[in-house]
Nanobody, 130 residues
Framework: VQVVESGGGSVQLGGSLRLSCVAS????????MAWFRQAPGKERHFVSA??????????????YYKDSVKGRFTISRDKAANTVFLQMTNLKSEDSGVYVC??????????????????WGQGTQVIVSS
């Protein structure tokens, strides 16, 4: 499986960006995908994840967010296109960094942990300036 991000760029405080992550290859076993952020000189941190379920009675995705982005970021996916989106609004300076997409097959107990993921993209940079 390969994952490729796009959509980063420079934006002013309070602005919006939408990041995309496309998964390709043997994607039929994917369990979840996520976004992590790494600021310069800092460790990489979890931002958001989406775990899809195929419940025939009530199909829905399970969404996870870092507390600091709740209410401002929205994760979603286009199932047919194997693409996950991260809509970011009301951006703050602390949101700046390289956003990296990750994917995991079969199962993950804790989607906020890096070591749960099997595949990683190269990242796309987001710069929020005043």
């Amino acid at each position: 499986v390969q994952v490729v991000e796009s959509g980063g760029g420079s934006v002013q405080l309070g602005g919006s960006l939408r990041l995309s992550c496309v998964a390709s290859g043997r994607t039929e076993k994917l369990f979840a995908m996520a976004w992590f952020r790494q600021a310069p000189g800092k460790e990489r941190h979890f931002v958001s994840a989406i775990r899809w379920t195929d419940d025939t009675t009530y199909w829905r995705d399970l969404l996870y967010y870092k507390d600091s982005v709740k209410g401002r970021f929205t994760i979603s996916r286009d199932k047919a296109a194997n693409t996950v989106f991260l809509q970011m609004t009301n951006l703050k300076s602390e949101d700046s960094g390289v956003y990296v997409c990750a994917a995991v097959n079969d199962y993950a107990a804790n989607l906020t942990l890096e070591n749960q993921y099997d595949y990683w993209g190269q990242g796309t940079q987001v710069i929020v300036s005043s």
